[in-house]
């Protein structure tokens, strides 16, 4: 029965998941990958609609889009943040969450950050975001 219970709340927390839409605005001071895409330093926006992340420098630069999973925390944060796995110099996008949700958004590891995540230590950095 709790099995059933659990099932029943995670599809649902799922499902708003899937309705929900983030505009979001960031300013990364380090150059980043998201996915394969080696992204620079500066000013992003980020929007996540119906499991895609887009990813946008602002000023005419790069743009991508990343699929993403669902992802659960027990706290809410307290501001919305931007997160990255940093592994020695090199940072990947990991994930996103919106401030006062229990749910986000996690970004799939590229093959990249695989093989680095079996050879160094990761560091989580996290970075505030803004409402656009």
């Known amino acids: 029965m709790q099995r059933l219970i659990a099932g029943l709340i995670l599809a649902v927390v799922c499902a708003s998941l899937h309705a929900q839409t983030m505009d979001l605005r960031a300013t990364i001071p380090f150059a980043f990958r ?9 000013d ?6 119906d499991n895609s992340l887009v990813v946008h420098k602002e000023g005419g630069g790069p743009s991508i889009m990343l699929l993403t999973n669902a992802a659960l925390r027990p706290n809410p944060p307290s501001d ?3 997160n990255f796995n940093r592994y020695g110099e090199r940072y990947f996008l990991s994930s996103i ?22 050879q ?5 950095v996290g970075i505030a975001l803004q409402r656009q």
């Open 97 to 118: 969450w919106s401030q006062g949700n229990t749910a986000g958004y996690e970004v799939m590891k590229s093959p990249a950050e695989k093989e680095l995540a079996r």
């Open 34 to 42: 998201a996915g394969e895409t080696l992204l620079p330093a500066g």
């Open 120 to 124: 160094t230590l990761r560091e989580s």
């Open 80 to 82: 919305s943040r931007v």
């Open 44 to 49: 992003y926006t980020i929007r996540h609609r």
